[in-house]
């Protein structure tokens, strides 16, 4: 799979290679978008950067399988 960010919509997806789906892992607000996704060796976390309207970003972690994100910075 591959796993993409700062695609309209914000979120970061995960397109499968094997049948071309694409499912979506993170689901931010409105004029906010998650970008520059990286897996975590252990490939069970994504750690992202989440834009917002201002400009400044902040590193947030999700599961690979998606759910609830949380911020690594203040």
């Given amino acids: 799979a591959i796993i993409a960010g700062g695609l309209p919509g914000g979120g970061l997806i995960e397109w499968s290679l094997a049948d071309g789906t694409l499912r ?10 998650d970008t520059m ?3 975590a060796p252990d490939g069970r976390r994504i ?3 989440r834009v917002g309207a201002t400009g400044e970003g902040e590193v947030y972690v999700v599961g690979v399988d998606g759910g609830a994100d949380r911020s690594l910075t203040d």
């Fill in 24 to 33: 979506p892992l993170t689901r931010p607000a409105d004029g906010v978008v």
């Fill in 37 to 39: 996704p990286a897996v």
């Fill in 47 to 49: 750690a992202f950067v």
